[in-house]
């Protein structure tokens, strides 16, 4: 495996992807959303529980690559508790880290558990993956009760 | 490596010698040789093919059919002969039954938008089978949604094979239209299209067979097949992209409306009437694709040379050599598994999602295609999101498969 493959798929990845945090539905969630990326098949639904601009909690479902799957755990364990205002600049940075936008490091190291997606920009036809359930996430907030896509 | 012993029985092709043929083989991928098995999605193309577009754009570049000149004439000239080349290939009555479009895609459009238009009503039944690539879905969906008929499917088993007793209790005297892949592109089952045709005959409806998957692996002769619109792209047959071929019976194609009006489809145009042009530039408005014809006609040459029946069994060889190899890897599952079956093979390793394996074999320098393959419904069928594909052409060798299964190896360890 070089080093650019463990970059990417680091064992905080594929153990997320072995065993996904928040993989559940929530019954009567505030906000929901459905994600699908054509290209792969990847699909993914985000539920939230949002009260007085709090995060209350907030699940997954669906099935995707590890990279999508790690994701989309990780920001669920992530934002749980989060307001929605930080969600939203969560949201900013993380696509710009999986990008190749953000490289100050220590804007880099601030994000967290979230640094470890770093390794996707080496590879630009993964950054869909690691960014369809935070757009998914993003629907759901903004109330896009439709199916979200990357294409 | 193989069952053939080399001191007794002479290889059918040198596939050394072949691969020097085609430059873009010799590279490096992420610092490892290029493997390339991503052959159903297109095929790489000889030097023969990529000269022969090259001197056309260099020494005889011109539009055809319409200039005196000496370059419109040479041009016009390699076009015609690249339309006999196909005739030859298919087998077909006459080049006036062969006809140029952008690929399968267009054919099956063009089909749907002329003969289906004219003679699919409300009511009316349209045969396709579960196997279909969306290119021999959506346009007959469109066709059933605007007129009113009903598109109905031929279901497949669990081996990727089409049920035939299904289909002869869903042909009845409704049934206008049946369209049918050869070779699916995902489970590489080859269907008994042949046996599709008479069938569907029995009750008048007419046959179009989706060759996108055939022609590059198996000798096709259309009039033995019987059907009547045949189809294939030209880059997945070692030519080149935005050229494909609809064969279709003459006096249907006589009979059908023509589809997009332009330049080259007319015989004569005043304001109050146009006069079509016969065939088959009544199919062709507008300028062509003449390089890419013109191409075409190479790689079929270069194919014809090899010989197809060569090539179909040393890709037979290989193909059970894959299913061999992959198969002993812990955790791959073959997807498509009929008795006749083509050199795809679609798999699943368990817990790893096609779309790592990918990105784990391109690091090895593997290419191979990851995804739904344009075939949801066949992902339906088999419960999976997405599957990932190694498919073999010509010009693969054991080596290529040795590559490939140790690559797979490695997906599966790492994500166990
Ligand atoms: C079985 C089959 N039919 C149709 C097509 C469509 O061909 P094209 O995209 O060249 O029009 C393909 C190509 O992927 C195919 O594999």
Redesign the pocket.
Known sequence: MNEELKELYQQVIIDHNKNPRNFRKIELPSHHSEGFNPLCGDHVYIYLDVANGVIRDISFEGNGCAISKSSASIMTAELKGKTLEEAEVLFQKFHELVTGKLTDEEEIEKLGKLSIFQGVRDFPVRVKCASLPWHTLHAALHDQQTAVSTE | MTERNPLTVKPLMDIDKIRKDFPVLHQSVHGKPLVYLDN???TQKPNSVIEAISEYYRLYNSNIHRGVHQLSQKATDEYEAARQKVQRYLNANSTKEVIFL???????NLVMNTYGRTNIKAGDEIIISEM?????IVPWQMLAQQTGAVLRVIPMNDKGELLMEEFKNLLNEKTKFVSV??????LGTENPVKEITGLAHEVGAKVMV????AVQHFKVDVQDIGCDFY?F????LYGP?GV?VLWGREELLIAMPPWQGGGDMILSVTFEKTIYNGLPNKFEAGTPNISGAIGLGHAIDYVTALGIDNIHEHERDLYRYMEQKFLEIQGVSLVGSAAKKGSVFSFTIDGVHPHDVGTILDMEGIAIRTGH???QPVMKHFGVPALSRASIGLYNNYEDIDCAAEAIKKAAEFFS
Do not use: F, I, L, Y
């Open positions: 159903a999605a297109t952008r690929g399968t895609s267009e054919a099956v279909e690539h969306h290119s021999n892949v050869h070779a699916s592109n995902t989706d060759g996108a998957q189809a792209s030209g880059h997945k992209t494909g393959m344009c075939t």
